[in-house]
């Protein structure tokens, strides 16, 4: 790994993190004074907590759970163990160079602070408008997408235990939505510490922490559901060639392999949000080593799991079309009722709400960092009010309820049937647009202008720039279509409405005005603080 001598000062006490001693804090808040601002957070997430926290957003047995209908109906078996592996390769080479940037400038602007200083200076404002717009898009109705799924499994469950009598409307649906978000609005503005000490409740439900910075996925909800299936399945286990190589296109496409290619649906939505480890960064302790392993810890932790559970959902899934037909919202819920039966169903599926829920809630303290960085550098209309930190709480409380507002917006579209793929195609595609564009001017204008961090991909740095930046190319193009042929207006995929209506607003407003007085992110310390004010990266 590359570490320049500045860097490698920063970094001497990164090794002793428990306690958060003083030296530690000091490194990290002079870093930040290099960057250009001034520390306002508290840094209280530990090594341990900051990978809990991206673990946390990614929260893989409740987005398997939420996104199990994508490879069931795109693929069948095929779907669910190839539609989830083969994606993941790719993900990786994104999650590495995030990493690698998120190391050399660890702050909570992350990606839009990222294209700034790596772009030509020319369009360096422009690059940063881009990805901060496209982020926060991202941020909003990944928020949305996770606490309407978590609404889906609470209908789900009262459908069960009511045998059928009680069916959620779509309304009721949305009222159950608007309840998490707002129970998340008072989650999320709690201070840090509440925050982190969360986030290890998160890990003792979906998984196990041992010491030093492995993570082994052991006892947890996630290995408590892949035992249940295969175990509780019994006889009723498809074959394994069934399970690995059987087929079914029930998409509506008449082309089989595009018809798979919907399926990467599910992966993708469910490795997002791992850039939370940057926005998080000014509350960590040694956040250039801590962060890019926060990063890369959860999502291939992540990836193993999320394989493990789809190859279990595949050979306990006797019928993909039965699954397919149920009346609950959510085609695990059924899978789990026809394995576990009606008491075994809800026991695991109170675990999986409350991962779903702590999903939701990681995934708010993400967004909210992201709308008081942008608001930081005036970027947002009313940045005044985004930007403010709490006296009491030290955190960005208007930041926090702006973000629930946004996403109880974007809730309105689970009165379509295509809510979900709307909500899903529209973070994933905000998201890995935020992600490749630094990506993107890393391996171009910026090959010369990063400062290695203490973690960083040296000579690799270009091919796995070009393949994570070609993937994001081609996946945001898939999300665009809808999961049918022949589209109407209730199951159309409106992501691209909702991506198309950022984008022509952001458009507009940098036309207008933007260009004029956006110049990237703006220093917000004093000269006399930081020597290296005003210095390139």
Known sequence: ????????????????????????????????????????????????????????????????????????????????????????????????????????????????????????????????????????????????????????????????????????????????????LFTHGLVCSAATNVLARLNLFYVIVNGKWTSGSQFLPTVGTTIAAIVALLVCSGDNKVSTKDAFTMFENNTGWSNNGWAFLLAFTSPMWTLTGYDSAAHISEEVAGAQRTAPIAILVGVFGTQVLGWLLFIACSFATASVTDLLTSALPLPMGQLFLDVLGKRGMLAIWSFI???????????????????????????????????????????????????????????????????????????????????????????????????????????????????????????????????????????MNYAVVIIMGVFVFASISWVVSAHKWFHGPIKNIDDSTSSLEGKEL
């Open 353 to 491: 709400i409350v991962v779903q829920f702590v999903t939701g809630a990681a995934q708010g303290v993400d967004a909210s960092r992201v709308i008081f960085a942008f608001a930081r550098d005036n970027a947002l209309p009313g940045s005044r009010w985004w930007k403010r930190i709490n006296r009491h709480t030290q955190t960005p409380v208007n930041a926090v309820w702006l973000v629930m507002a946004g996403a109880a917006v974007c809730g309105l579209l689970g009165f379509s049937a295509a809510a979900l793929s709307s909500l899903a195609g529209a973070s994933v595609i905000g998201l890995y647009v935020s992600y490749a564009t630094p990506i993107f001017l890393r391996i171009t204008s910026g090959r010369d202008k990063l400062v290695p961090g203490t973690f960083s991909l040296g000579r690799w740095y270009m091919p796995i720039g070009i393949i994570a930046v070609a993937w994001v190319s081609f996946i945001v193009v898939l999300l665009f279509f809808p999961s049918t042929q022949t589209a109407t207006p209730v199951g």
């Open 1 to 180: 790994m590359l570490i320049s001598e500045k860097q490698a000062e920063v970094s001497v006490h990164t090794t002793s993190i428990e306690g958060y001693p003083t030296p530690q804090r000091n490194a990290d808040d002079t870093l930040l004074a290099e960057l250009g601002y001034k520390a306002e957070f508290k840094r209280e997430f530990s090594m341990i907590e900051t990978i809990a926290f991206a673990f946390s957003i990614m929260g893989v047995v409740a987005s398997v759970t939420s996104t199990f209908s994508f490879p069931l109906v795109s693929g069948g078996h095929v779907g669910m163990v190839w539609g989830w592996l083969i994606p993941c390769f790719f993900v990786m080479t994104v999650a590495s160079s995030m990493a690698e940037l998120v190391s050399s400038m660890p702050t909570s602007a992350g990606l839009y602070y990222f294209s700034a200083k790596l772009a030509p200076p020319k369009y360096s404002a422009l690059a940063s408008w881009i990805t901060g717009w496209a982020n926060i898009t991202g941020q909003v109705t990944l928020v949305c997408s996770i606490d309407f799924t978590c609404a889906q499994m609470i209908a789900t469950a009262i459908a069960v235990s009511s045998d059928g009598a009680t069916i959620v409307s779509s309304g009721a649906t949305y009222g159950i939505l608007l309840t998490i």
